[in-house]
């Protein structure tokens, strides 16, 4: 059984949710994915780390970043690589020798990306078990390749560490290629209505 304790968007939490954390096992940290780390954020992670309740970050409204802000894949990453590094800069300044070093990153599987609004999300772990066959890689390998300076030049069939192929042609990181463009294109299709 599972019981979810939803907190309020009020940058002061309220003594209820407080004490719901001391019998929490653990937390979903939701952040929006456009605007980034709020007050309350900074709050609550505060809060449940002195509780030593372990959270996991999850970006939302990436519908939005899609749709409203039309970032294409690239800007998507760069967008979410700044949201998880504030939430870990205000993480920092928290931390309690109890909970060991605790950071969000989407290769340990602590940061899930997805649309509350849509009702649908996703973490690395999918994607590296989708893809790992196809890449003739273990799922751990394939899960470090999408996030951070991963990129496939699909002529040469190599991965690289930095962004041109050996023609010194751009090349799209793996997130972008093999995660966020197939997503922002089935956003456009079904916009377009077409099937």
């Known amino acids: 059984m599972m019981n979810v304790i939803h907190s309020s968007n009020n940058p002061d939490l309220s003594p209820e949710t407080i004490t719901t954390l ?6 979903l940290l939701l952040v929006d994915a456009v605007e980034g780390v709020s007050m309350q954020t900074e709050t609550f992670l505060r809060y449940a780390l002195q509780e030593k309740v372990k959270s996991v970050l999850v970006l939302n409204k990436v519908d939005m970043a899609i749709l409203g802000q039309k970032f294409d ?3 998507l990453y760069q967008s979410f690589a700044h949201v998880i590094q504030k939430t870990n800069d205000v993480l920092a300044t928290f931390q309690f020798k109890e909970m060991g ?6 290769v340990i599987g602590n940061v899930a990306f997805g649309s509350g609004k849509d009702e649908w999300g996703f973490t690395l772990n999918r994607f590296a078990r989708m893809y790992a066959k196809k890449f003739e890689l ?9 996030w951070g300076d991963h990129f ?4 040469d069939k190599k991965w690289k560490t930095e962004g041109l192929s050996e023609n010194k042609q751009p090349l799209k990181r793996a997130f972008v290629q093999l995660i966020m463009d197939p997503i922002c294109r089935l956003y456009q299709s079904i916009l377009n209505g077409k099937k």
């Open 73 to 75: 894949g690239e800007a």
């Open 101 to 106: 070093n605790n950071i969000f990153d989407p």
């Open 138 to 146: 273990s799922e751990e390998a394939m899960l470090k390749k999408l």
């Open 152 to 155: 496939y030049d699909e002529t």
């Open 22 to 27: 001391r019998i929490t096992d653990g937390a």
